[in-house]
């Protein structure tokens, strides 16, 4: 029983390190007014220390249920979605929740594994093979079968300001690899056996906190701020529920009459260019349009709405879309990169014996350009965002602002909303772009290349903020050499395979 206790421990406390929000307790995550960033250390730390400790399958059990607690606390409102607003009875989506859990558990379960395999070959110190380990799982989280990478380490550091600027140089894997190297250095101090190690030890430590936090103060302070012409933005939160969105040919007047008089209320503020959500719109439209009966905004606007394209007789694609509004006429077409799996299509369908988690939706198709909306608006329609290369391709093809179109509405009052607003202080600072994010219910905000959040909206309330915005052009490293961390902990680990091959043919 010790034994699943602190290995449940290990993985909450890790979950403690994102916005907590439990609804019944408060609508509003519980521990803001901590350095909960902090919490991540500590489990990192704690998860370093139980390597030794364990041997054989209960390493790879432990580790395991350290992860699927985990996981179990960061995403347990799937089941508000699919309960709630999919129709799934309540044991089946618990069900479904636990299988993501265990999958993705698996990734935490295999972290002792591939940290032995480099220790065994190519003598990796176990404080630098550990943190090589952690950035090879987080990737292969993100690309096997439709990739999920909700809740990467590196994502915890959000209001870490300093620690998060060499997101800019590393990208959110090379966040993840200095948490986990600081955390085992830590472990390392921890563990040690005399002084002359221990003093080594918090030398290394203190060496590594120096050059990171020294590292990013000079980012802090010497990157500057983009210059030149203001943009002032408009985001607009409809707050339409998503039982109401669901049936939006009944309401499909209502809805659009409030976003009108959302935006009018914007335009008239001084906002020189309007951000609706994810799907706002209500209804689907035709991909070739170019306007839309009852729109009437004469500023520029882009905006969410489902499309549809006639491919033939009867047949048509569905696309998660966003439309660029100016003087009344649709101008440009972003169309959504990386659906939800399971929300909006069915991977390896004939093959996975499972359905959509919201049953009744339609399949939908995804996009393939990453060409700027009138030349500058790099669109992220939700689950694109969570992809940091999706921001990066979108620079690279001439963005030269970030915008985060989602409908939050389907996770209820719970931490997602918090914990996906997160992940765009990231998104910013590794593309050294001013990003906008609009929610149909929140939280909308403004986040500066630095990571810093400004203007966010109140959840679960109407809303209309506005906020100068400036355009850039220029590349951050993490633009020009992309995930290069990534490819540095791949090369160790196929060096290992080699070496491992060669001792292999060698004894044989």
């Known amino acids: 029983m010790a034994f699943f206790l602190k290995a449940g421990a290990i993985g909450l406390l890790a979950t403690a390190a994102f916005p907590m929000v439990i609804a019944p307790l408060s609508p509003q995550p ?130 870490n300001i300093l620690f998060l600027q060499l997101a800019s140089v590393v990208g959110v894997y090379g966040v993840s690899w200095m948490i986990a190297l600081v955390a085992a250095l830590a472990g390392e101090c921890v563990k040690a056996e005399d002084k002359i190690r221990r003093r080594m030890n918090f030398i290394r430590l203190a060496g590594a906190l120096l050059c990171i936090y020294g590292m990013g103060g000079i980012l802090f302070l010497s990157s500057e701020m983009p210059a030149g012409e203001k943009l002032r933005v408009g985001l607009i939160q409809g707050n339409i529920e998503q039982t109401l969105k669901s049936r939006s040919s009944e309401y499909r007047r209502q809805i659009r009459e409030k976003y009108m008089k959302l935006s009018r209320t914007a335009f008239d503020a001084g906002a020189s260019l309007i951000v ?50 100016r003087e009344k006429e649709i101008v440009g077409r972003y169309d959504k990169l990386h659906l939800v799996p399971f929300g909006e299509y069915v991977p390896l369908r004939g093959i996975l014996p499972v359905e959509k988690f919201v049953p009744g939706m339609a399949d939908y198709s995804p996009g393939h350009s990453h060409a700027p909306l009138a030349n500058q608006w790099g669109v992220l329609i939700c689950y694109d965002g969570i992809f940091p290369e999706i921001s990066r391709e979108h620079v690279l093809a001439g963005a030269t602002l970030l915008a985060n179109l989602t409908n939050d509405a389907w996770y209820g009052v719970s931490s997602a ?89 060698g004894r044989g």
């Open 417 to 505: 909303p918090y914990q996906h607003r997160d992940f765009y202080a990231l998104r910013a600072v590794e593309t050294g772009r001013w990003l906008v994010r609009t929610a149909n219910t929140g939280i909308s905000v403004f986040f500066d290349p630095k990571g810093r959040m400004f203007a966010p909206t109140p959840h679960n309330q109407d809303a209309v903020t506005l906020y100068d915005v400036v355009p850039y052009g220029g590349q951050t490293f993490y633009v020009l050499l992309g995930n290069w961390v990534i490819a540095v902990c791949i090369g160790f680990f196929l060096i290992a395979f080699v070496y491992a091959l060669r001792q292999r043919l």
């Open 30 to 159: 519980l521990l803001e007014f901590l350095p909960r960033e902090l919490f991540m250390f500590v489990a990192v730390g704690w998860l370093y220390l139980e390597l030794p400790k364990h041997h054989g399958w209960r390493r790879f059990l432990f580790f395991w249920t350290a992860g699927f607690f985990h996981f179990l606390g960061l995403i347990y409102w799937l089941v508000i979605a699919m309960t709630n607003f999919g129709g799934l009875p309540f044991v089946q989506s618990l069900f479904l929740l636990a299988l993501l859990c265990l999958y993705c558990a698996v990734y935490w379960g295999l972290l002792p594994v591939l940290s032995d395999f480099l220790c065994r070959h190519i003598r990796m110190p176990l404080f630098l093979a550990f943190p090589c380990s952690v950035v090879l799982l987080e990737w292969l989280r993100t690309i096997v079968i439709t990739g999920f990478p909700w809740g990467l380490w590196g994502y915890s550091q959000t209001r």
């Open 276 to 325: 609706w959500p994810e799907a706002a719109w209500p209804g689907h439209v035709r991909a070739e349009s170019k306007a839309l009966r009852g729109f009437d905004l004469a500023g520029d606007t882009i905006m969410g709405a489902s499309t549809y394209l006639k491919e033939g007789k009867g047949k048509h694609k569905l696309h998660n879309s966003a439309f660029y509004f």
